[in-house]
């Protein structure tokens, strides 16, 4: 499957941006899907992941009550609503997805196979 990332941009410190996740085919709703970012100079990082089965998620320490991840079945889409954006939140976003992570891996981006192309997001003060 390939992944296309969509929505980055710039935004002031207390705004929200929606990023989206295009997946190529219909295998989508058979596989878990992640956002990870990366800042410069820093290693990739998880942000929240949705659950292929259940459509459960879970989020990272530092994004938890500000960001949303969603699926779209229909439209093989997974979105992240990021909201109360900080200047720390600045970074390529990815999106990632994977049919056998597990949760005790989830952070790991080694557990993913498939990865979009990423999209800058810069927030500022």
């Known amino acids: 499957v390939q992944l296309q990332a969509s929505g980055g941009g710039s935004v002031q410190a207390g705004g929200s941006l929606r990023l989206s996740c295009a997946a190529s085919?219909?295998?989508?709703?058979?596989?878990?899907m992640a956002w990870f970012r990366q800042a410069p100079g820093k290693s990739r990082e998880f942000v929240a992941v949705v659950w292929r089965n259940s459509g459960n998620s879970f989020y990272s320490d530092s994004v938890k009550g500000r960001f949303t991840i969603s699926r779209d079945i229909a439209k093989n889409t997974v979105g992240l609503q990021m909201n109360s954006l900080k200047p720390e939140d600045t970074a390529v976003y990815y999106c990632?997805?994977?049919?056998?992570?597990?949760?005790?891996?989830?952070?790991?981006?080694?557990?993913?196979?498939?990865w979009g192309q990423g999209t800058q997001v810069t927030v500022s003060s």
């Open positions: 085919d219909g295998t989508f709703n058979r596989k878990t």
């Open positions: 990632a997805a994977s049919s056998t992570v597990i949760l005790s891996s989830v952070r790991d981006p080694n557990s993913y196979s498939y």
